[in-house]
């Protein structure tokens, strides 16, 4: 078995990894680069152009650097994801088809992605690949276990252990998948000074005293990261309205049929949907809304509570607050920055590492390969480029 990362050994976003045998190529993730405005033309002979020489594309999850580029691929190629995060880009897709200046994914295509189930085997040819769920800021999201030619490779991308879930990513490891000869493994945030992520609990606690101590609070997160919706509604005071927008209600209703039952933090009891009657309602109660940069609508809301005293939790990674669109949304606004990484830091790749044992360590997904060899020594630690062929073959 060979592994080649066509794209992802020194950077964040945009990934497409293969893994092939004499007679089978899959590919792992195929993402949209994360500058969009500078991003290269990204083609591989017999995925995206010439005859078809792909068997499958399995998704770790809907997030665009992972899935952006599903319309490039041959239509003759079969494509793959979880139950859920199926559903949830459909949704997502839904919404971007009707913005004007933003290109969403063709329908058909969508609609033709098979789904797995936890722990399942999917069999491609002579590859065997196995999706494990993890904790991360996608709901739905996995690490595959690959197995071909007497070798297992883990691939891990994007996760973490800092989150509501993040408890049986260790559990998964130890129980099902247990020692592997290879691990490609995310290291986004090796590049930042923690050590450690603030729990999602933490700052669902701390996000919690926020809105009990002010009456109306606007919430500025992404409308997928369903543990950070599901976390703050959870702790929205009696009383207190918990307000969203019609695509911020599709995606909670979908996910309160799909996993409500399952865990109560799912269930999403506060969550309305905006309306001109709700208006007196929530000036005399107080409110948590959630708001996006891009709804004007939502701006009109804000505006008419400016005299008021509101706060805006603004709950997103810090770099798009150089965005000009989200400067001006949030100019004038009382701001609190809390928010937590939805990737793994490095004692959680440190845990993944010691319990799979793997012979060899791959970094991909990161900007920073060589702060593994810290991690885990330099005889270990595999640092290929782009497109540079590995071949499994450590004992």
Sequence with gaps: MEVIIHRGTHQIGGCATEYRTKNTRIFIDFGAELDSENAKPFDIEGVTKGKTNCDAVFFTHYHGDHMGLLDTINKD?????????????????DRLSKAPD???????????IKTFEVAKMVVIGDIKITPYMVDHSAYDAYMFKIEADGKSVLHTGDFRTHGFRGKGVKATLEKYVKKVDVLVCEGTTLNRT??????????????????????YVFVVCSSTNI??????????????????????????????????DKSSLYKFDKALYYSENLDEKMNDKGFCMFVRC????????????????????????KGYLEQENIKEFLDGYKKFDMHTSGHADSNAIKMVIDTVKP?????????????FLELVGDDKV??????????????
């Design 77 to 93: 190629i079969p494509l793959y994801m979880g139950v859920a995060s199926k559903g949830i880009a459909k949704i997502l897709n």
């Design 102 to 112: 933003i290109k969403s994914y063709d329908v058909d295509r969508i609609e033709s």
């Design 194 to 215: 923690e050590a450690k992520c603030e729990t999602e609990n933490d700052l669902k606690n701390r996000i919690k005293a926020v809105i009990e101590q002010n009456k």
């Design 227 to 260: 543990d950070r919706l599901a976390g703050i509604c959870s702790v929205i005071p009696r009383g207190k309205y918990c307000i969203c927008d019609k695509y911020q209600l599709s995606v909670i209703e979908y996910i309160r049929e799909y996993a409500g």
């Design 294 to 317: 891009g709804n004007p609508e939502h701006k009109r809301i804000m505006e008419r509570y400016k005299d008021k005293n509101p706060v805006v939790i603004y709950s997103m990674w």
């Design 359 to 371: 012979e060899v360590v791959i970094p991909m997904h990161t900007e920073v390969p060589e702060a």
């Design 382 to 395: 595999l640092l290929p480029t782009d497109n540079e062929v590995v071949e499994v073959k450590y004992e």
